[in-house]
């Protein structure tokens, strides 16, 4: 086990509506990645926070947000809800920012119906 | 951008043979290279990495090749277990961007 956590473990929502996840980094990282797994793919990047700033952004919409907290615990937050952002949402924690080893949470899983 | 190729898609053998699993990276810049190993509704696993000085690392059963000049990075598993059995990522970053690309993924089978 990594120590990151994650929840929900699961969440059915319908289109249009918004969601928040939530993640708990591992004791003593200050950097948390977020990532959208769709079935039968590979983590695609969605952005990293480091220090509550944001530190980095893939090819997302500006309807994904974030937040991270002064305990280094991260939210993601996604706004009107496609049908399309059913996925696994993964987030990892590491030590710094940068190229530091990633430790994986066990994800929540997103369905929009 | 970073565009990350895996090969193949899925791989079956027999317990004890040997596993390869082949990564090819477009960014010449990208110089940290983990693999991660996905068992069913869990997370990545951190199970190797290796960076653009080195040219193979080894753990164990677990070894990780890097050619830099033919933008290949391999994973070889031997003497394989049953255990072994899950979904394999490589994935390739540089040290100017948190953007961790990510393979497509390798479903590994080991047949008792």
């Known amino acids: 086990e990594t120590g990151v956590t994650q929840s929900p473990t699961h969440l059915i929502k319908t289109r249009g509506q918004q969601v928040t996840l939530r993640c708990s980094s591992q004791?003593?990282?200050?950097?948390v990645s977020w990532y959208q797994q769709a079935l039968g793919q590979g983590p695609q990047f969605i952005f990293q926070?480091?220090?509550?700033?944001?530190?980095g952004r893939g090819n997302f919409p500006p309807r994904f947000s974030g937040l991270q907290f002064p305990n280094y615990s991260s939210e993601l937050n996604v706004n009107a809800l496609e049908l399309d952002d059913s996925a696994l949402y993964l987030c990892?924690?590491?030590?710094?920012?940068?190229?530091?080893?990633?430790?994986f949470g066990p994800g929540t899983r997103l369905l929009v119906l | 951008g970073e565009n990350v190729e895996q090969h193949p898609s899925t791989l079956s053998v027999q317990e004890g043979d040997s596993a390869v699993i082949k990564c090819t990276y477009s960014?010449?810049?990208?110089?940290?290279f983990p693999w991660y190993k996905q068992e069913l509704g869990k997370g990545p696993q951190l199970i190797i990495d290796?960076?653009?000085?080195?040219g193979e690392k080894k753990d164990q059963r677990i070894a990780v090749t890097l050619n830099k000049t033919a933008k290949h990075f391999s994973l070889h598993i031997t003497e394989t277990q049953p255990e072994d059995s899950a979904v394999y990522f490589c994935?390739?970053?540089?040290?100017?961007?948190?953007?961790?690309?990510f393979g497509a993924g390798t479903r590994l089978t080991v047949k008792p």
């Open positions: 990892a924690s590491s030590l710094d920012s940068g190229q530091e080893t990633q430790y």
């Open positions: 004791s003593g990282h200050n950097t």
């Open positions: 926070y480091y220090r509550e700033e944001e530190n």
């Open positions: 960014d010449s810049a990208s110089n940290y």
């Open positions: 290796i960076r653009s000085n080195v």
């Open positions: 994935a390739a970053s540089t040290a100017s961007n948190n953007d961790m690309r």
